[in-house]
């Protein structure tokens, strides 16, 4: 019988010259971009490009999927399941014709993800990808008119059985909402509410996290630019990543955030904002742009592209720094703290403006929100010395 097994690759540039090895996928699902594993272990190699590997006969053949992990996984998907079908056919001597009027799942999806990327909601776009993909492996379907309740309520549990929270439970329902009613299907097929969860207060940065990190990456003039932006404006990642100099006014002490159509970047709520900045991340700017005189983004990589790693930056220097905590699972498998995360930054930028007395409307306009109601998510008790002080000093 032959070989219909297709392998995801990593065609990369070794101390030992060119070598395809197997990609190594994370617990999330998604491939670690430019990791493999030799023998066993993990390896880091920057350069190279994505491959499939099946069978020909006996042959190998491979196909060049390109840089873009995130196409990986759904192109070896849809080549195994090609070859089988061809297999089927061939077995039953019947020639493989896909059936017209029916919206193929598979199809779909590529075509809803594409959407929201084209459209700059790229963090949008990489969770329906991740959102869709498991629904589909968990149901089984190849056409939107096969679909029923019940394969929703078992993506739920299979969910559940994985160790999803509740909460990821409800926002994967509602990205497989979307993306079901845009194939057309009856909302009363897919139940019109979604998994409830516990509402729990943002997650922020206590003092002497904030203190401890800063200190740890203190002799790093770019490193700490780009927490410390995060920390004292609020903005959402994409909105550091595709950050200009021309957005910033150093007269004004502001920065601009707007949508750049040319970059595949739009705003969230399409409501542009103008942000202050303090004196002393505003020095920092200074020195920083007269030291790089010739970058165009404000946090940039080397090529003075976007710096779409970000995150695993984050990760890393926390990893680094010695301030995992430990006890979280993904401590434990891989090393990356889960406590530390970027939105964590905003959340704490925005809770800090609360507990210093701005009002909730200006505090909406500054961090981007479009109604009250999500700002006041942020508003909490003191839970360090000043309310121990404030505690103290009642007369009762």
Known sequence: MANRKVIALWYCKTPQGWRRYPVVIGRNGRIKHGYVKVQGVEHHFPNGHYELRCYQGSKPAYKNIGNDSSEVLNERDKEAQLLVARDAAKAGGAVLVEETGRISLAKHADKFVKAAA???????????????????????????????KEDVTGHHLALKKRGASARTV????????AFLLDCGVDVKTIGKRAPKYDKTL?????????????????????HTLIFDLFLKTGLREQEGMFLEWDDISFPSKTLTIHSKPALGFRIKDKEERSVPI???????LKQYKADHPKKHFVLGNGKDKPHTKLLRLLKELVRDAGLNCGRCETCKGREECERWFLHKFRATY???????????????KLSGHSDLASVMRYLRPQDDSHTQSKI???KW
């Open 118 to 148: 084209d459209r700059g909601a790229a963090v949008a776009s990489n969770a329906y990808r991740l959102a869709i993909k498991e629904f589909l492996d968990d149901c089984g379907k190849t056409y939107a008119d096969q679909v029923t």
């Open 170 to 177: 409800h926002n994967r329902h509602m990205a497989v909402k």
């Open 202 to 222: 943002p997650e922020i940065y206590e003092t002497e996290d904030i203190k401890g990190f800063f200190a740890a990456i203190a002799g790093d003039d770019y």
């Open 278 to 284: 303090p004196n002393d991340l505003l020095k920092r």
């Open 350 to 364: 925005i809770t800090t403006l609360l507990r210093n007395g701005m009002d909730l409307r200006t505090v909406m």
């Open 392 to 394: 103290n000093s009642i």
